[in-house]
């Protein structure tokens, strides 16, 4: 590298002291970056290894160089997916995650250090300047990673963007400096996927002991957004947002947050046909009965933010919240796409891209085609539950880039199937509309849900809490729950749903009531539902239940909308479902009854744990 370009870096003293007589790596293309991954050579594979003290040459991944791009491999099952505990924070500042002395008894000083040591030790370094949160928007970071890391490289200038070599600008200071090191999770980790945040002034510190970018690529600088939002008074929403065009030319925009395996990345595709055309909206895991129906002609999606959604205070209007994507590619799970035909829209762009992706999980072989069903097996007979693709926005057909305002705010659940022989908490209808209190509720829980492809495994019902980012963030969850709040009370005239997927009681449904749901709202144009035909809900956490959904003349039977009504549930099974999910509810908010919560969220969160009526939560905030 010109040493001349450091002139235009405004970098932290370690970072000097690393770099100062090192050979660094800046890349200007894409095509660099894909170079770097298959080891700057002709070789259709490539082997990314480190010496490991005490374990020897250990090869963490695999690379194969295939017709349409490069397909990723772990030579460890675990590493294939994100754990949900490998967030630790090693500074002083306020927090109410993980700290490093809690866990290891010692500062992170010691281990800090060694880490500059190994960069400083490697032959040679890649820097990448990118902007975390977008090109317009954003906050200057940068990435440092040893030469041979270069798919990891690719992956984080394909969810994040980067900036070629030669238009670094001047005076290009950090905000944030990511600082890659594999080997430290075998030598002080267990093997275990760490990702060591370090708070410093008006610097973050983000040090990535694992090569699976979604801890650190992705969800380690989502963490970066969330701290620069804590301190300045906004959030980065975990959502997905679809601008929607209906066959009679109404538009909305509906933006669908979740944990993790909650629908997002699916809320921007179009619904799932059989081979003869028609929608299965459900199938009877009792009896096996289907059930079909048919519409003809879809509306037109334009995708506006996959997984991250801006909400800085410049954009808001002061009647409905605006957004705008924070990344500049998504990671798209591909689980549910296991044979050709599944997705066409999808397939025919990963098959055919406009420049060559990258794939992770996915059985790509050297010198062909990388396709997207056929996923790496984890064991014999067990395909990976995470199969990735990461395609730039720019790849995307009526890519949404400006700033949107959002109609409607769905939080989408991941449910398991429910009957009164076997009752769990599937007992949510096809879609719920929830008064602003009951909103914020959900997104202070905001379960995990049933089978969970995207973490590693965990037993039952569990949270990702307030506004279903917090595993990504750093602080308090008192300070995020009280942003949420605000930012809900400042924003009346976007409304409120709740849509489930996999199952509807008995039936099972993936994602198809979430597509019908989408198609129907979108086909009504008026959101406010006070005409609607609206019951409230057994449960009250639930809302308001559909009495009736009919689209393009197709009535949806009335035990997709209210499961007390299936003949396997009943109002038994639906109650003892509904106390699971009220206890597990009564029990995630106690974490926030702290001094410091604003005192309407602390009658909202009393009224749950005093089992409030639904007419009680609407009277919260009018």
């Not at 370009?5 to 800046?26: A, D, G, Y």
């Not at 970066?224 to 929607?244: D, F, P, Q, R, Y």
């Not at 790496?376 to 990461?390: A, E, L, Q, Y």
Request: net charge negative; glycine share 8%.
């Amino acid at each position: 590298m010109e040493r001349s370009i450091f002139k235009k870096l405004v970098l932290p003293k370690e970072l000097e002291t690393i770099l100062r007589s090192k050979e660094v790596i800046l890349v200007e293309s894409r095509e660099d970056i894909l170079d770097l991954a298959m080891g700057r050579s002709e070789n259709n594979t490539f082997k990314v290894a480190y010496d490991t003290p005490g374990k020897g040459n250990v090869v963490e991944a695999t690379v194969a160089r295939c017709k349409n791009g490069i397909s990723i491999n772990y030579t460890d099952p675990y590493m294939r997916r994100r754990d949900p505990d490998c967030m630790i924070i090693s500074d002083n500042n306020p927090t109410d995650k993980p700290t490093y002395k809690e866990n290891f008894d010692s500062d992170f000083d010691e281990l800090r250090q060694a880490t500059f040591d190994w960069l400083e030790n490697q032959e040679e370094l890649v820097l990448l300047p990118f902007m975390a949160g977008g090109e317009k928007f954003g906050y200057e970071a940068l990435l440092v990673a040893p030469a041979n890391s270069g798919f990891f490289v690719g992956a984080l200038a394909d969810l994040q963007g980067f900036i070629p070599k030669s238009k670094i600008p001047n005076n290009f200071k950090p905000r944030a400096v990511l600082y890659l090191a594999p080997p430290f999770r075998h030598t002080h980790f267990d093997g275990k996927q760490v990702v060591v945040h370090h708070r410093l002034e008006k610097m973050h510190e983000l040090f990535c002991y694992n090569l699976y970018p979604g801890p650190s690529a992705k969800k380690g600088v989502y963490g970066v957004l969330l701290n620069i939002g804590e301190e300045e008074n906004w959030a980065t929403l975990h959502a997905s947002t679809v601008k929607i065009t209906t066959p009679y030319e109404n538009t909305f925009t509906i933006m669908h947050e979740g944990a993790s395996g909650g629908g997002k990345s699916e809320m921007t595709e179009q619904f799932h046909r059989e081979l003869d055309g028609r929608l299965l909206v459900g199938t009877n895991v009792k009896t096996k009965e289907k059930f079909y129906i048919d519409i003809k002609e879809a509306c037109e999606l334009q995708p506006v933010t996959d997984d991250m959604a801006l909400a800085i205070p410049s954009f808001q209007n002061g009647r409905k919240l605006v957004v705008k994507d924070a990344e500049n590619g998504w990671f798209l799970r591909i689980d549910h796409i296991s044979e050709y035909g599944t997705a066409p829209d999808i397939e025919r762009l990963t098959i055919y891209p406009p420049e060559p992706l990258i794939f992770l999980n996915i059985d790509g072989v050297a010198g062909a085609t990388c396709l997207i069903w056929e996923h790496t097996m984890d064991s014999p007979g067990k395909p990976c539950p995470n199969p990735r693709v990461i395609l730039p926005r720019k790849f995307i057909d009526g890519i949404v880039s400006e700033p949107v305002e959002v109609d409607i705010r769905s939080f989408g659940v991941r449910t398991p199937p429910s009957t009164k022989d076997k009752p769990n908490y599937g007992i949510l209808g096809m879609l719920h509309i929830l008064p602003p209190a009951l909103a914020w509720l959900w997104r202070m829980v905001a379960p995990r849900g049933h089978a969970n492809p995207s973490v590693t495994a965990t037993e039952g019902m569990s949270s990702e809490g307030v506004g279903s980012y917090w595993p990504f963030a750093t602080g308090r969850m008192v300070d995020h729950a009280n942003i949420l709040l605000r930012q809900i009370m400042s924003t009346p005239a976007t409304k409120y749903i709740l849509i489930p997927n996999q199952h509807i009681g008995v039936y099972k449904v993936g994602f198809m009531g979430q597509w019908i749901a989408r198609e129907y709202l979108s086909r009504r144009g008026n959101f406010n539902f006070k005409k609607e035909p609206l019951v409230s809900s057994r449960c009250s956490l639930l809302g308001y239940a559909l009495e009736s959904l009919k689209i393009d003349g197709q009535a949806i039977p009335k035990d997709f909308l209210q499961v007390d009504l299936q003949d396997e549930n009943g109002v038994e099974g639906y109650d003892a479902g509904a106390t699971i999910l009220t206890d597990f509810f009564k029990k995630e908010l106690q974490q926030y009854l702290v001094p410091d919560l604003d005192p309407l969220g602390r009658k909202i969160i009393e009224t749950c744990l005093r089992d409030g009526s639904l007419q009680e939560y609407v009277d919260l905030i009018q």
